[in-house]
C-alpha cells in the first residue's frame, strides 16, 4: 500500500531515524541476507534509514517482538515510548487505511511536540516473526 513508506520519508524529513530489523533466523521464513534485504527495500520503495541484520534474533528478543513488523520508538534519551502495530485495523487490505488510526504516525507527532505519547502500546499484526533457537 505504501503506508510504511510514506510514514518513513514522513519521520526522516522530521528527523527522525528509522531503523528495519531483519530478525527472522536462517532457514525461517522472513530471513535475509544483506543483498536480499537492499532488493527488498528497493523493491518496495522502502527509505528506511538503514536495515540492521538480526539472524540470532538478539534485538527482537530484547524488544519482545512478536510478529513483523512490531513498531517500536525510541526517543532520543533511549527510553522506549511506543510498541505496537502501524495503525490501529489489523488488516491489509490498502482501503482500510484511511479508516485506520495511524498509531506510529500520531506517536511521532506527539513525541516531536514534545508531548507524551498517549497510546504508547497497541496490538502488533503481522506474520509471526521466527526466533533464532538458543
Known sequence: SGNMQA???????RGVVWLTVAA?????QGYVTADQANAIVAKYSAAPAAVILD??????RAYGATVT????????KGMLVY???IDSIPSADPNDIP??????????GEL???KPVAQASNRPYG???KYARG
Open 7 to 13: 510514514q518513513q520519508r514522513e519521520a526522516a524529513a
Open 24 to 28: 527472522s533466523a536462517p532457514g525461517e
Open 55 to 60: 539472524p540470532q534474533s538478539k534485538i527482537a
Open 69 to 76: 513488523p512490531h513498531l517500536y520508538i525510541v526517543d532520543a
Open 83 to 85: 510498541k505496537g502495530g
Open 99 to 108: 479508516k485506520a488510526t495511524q498509531y506510529v504516525r500520531v506517536a511521532l
Open 112 to 114: 516531536l511536540a514534545g
Open 127 to 129: 506474520c509471526t516473526l
